[in-house]
């Protein structure tokens, strides 16, 4: 596993989206009519948005009800992630702070940050509290256990949400099985036995995709 992480570190890199504002004539080609017509009025600059490879336009944005407890703005919000590695940008979203602290445990944050093209599916803090305590501590405490859980939750590849639903492979060396389309997905095998839902997908950080569920996922043991 470990060999897995090292290797995927090395040899995957990264991409965020960004959306920008085209003004690209705008003013001119307004001007331009007002000429024409008498009018003094302009038309505003249309926007254009830019979309990782492989994202379809007509869902680049984040979806899902849970999207509504992501910061607005800030380095924490969906605009604020975008160009930071996926660790850090996690680290920054007060609904990942769970997680962020069990990869600190595990000693993952390199190995994520500088890992290129990857699917995250990120356990909200939810998540983490619908694990007994008890369970959860153990976990914690293992750091071999903890970083097999964690890993199991990366997908080599950067995935759009049409691309989502399927057999992956994550960079636990194993695969992880995710089901449904459009904005509903959701994943069997957790750490809880009660299947994950995406609740919010399509969040872009500088190297990943992320999708942020209500469960632990559970490598096949």
Do not use: W
């Amino acid at each position: 596993m470990k060999g897995t992480l090292t290797r995927t570190a090395v040899l995957v890199t990264a991409a965020g989206t960004a959306i920008t504002l085209s003004a690209c004539g705008a003013e001119d080609t307004a001007s331009d009519a007002a000429a024409d017509t008498g009018s003094s009025s302009s038309s505003p600059a249309a926007p254009e948005t830019s979309t990782p490879m492989g994202t379809d336009t007509a869902t680049a944005e984040p979806f899902g009800e849970g999207c509504t407890a992501v910061p607005a703005d800030g380095e924490g919000s969906f605009t604020g992630m975008t160009d930071d590695p996926v660790a850090t940008a996690a680290s920054n979203n007060p609904v990942l702070s769970t997680l962020v602290q069990a990869v600190l445990q595990a000693n993952l944050v390199d190995a994520l940050n500088t890992a290129e093209d990857v699917t995250v599916i990120a356990p909200a803090n939810a998540a983490f509290e619908a694990v007994p305590p008890d369970a959860l501590q153990a976990v914690l405490a293992d750091n071999t256990q903890l970083t097999a859980i964690l890993t199991h939750h990366v997908i080599e590849g950067r995935l759009a949400p049409d691309e989502l639903a399927g057999t992956h492979t994550t960079l636990n060396g194993d695969e992880v099985t995710i089901e449904g389309s459009g904005a509903d997905f959701t994943v069997a095998q957790t750490v809880t036995g009660t299947p994950a839902s995406v609740i919010c997908g399509n969040v872009q950080t500088a190297n990943a995709t992320v999708y942020i569920a209500d469960q632990v996922l559970a490598p096949a043991m």
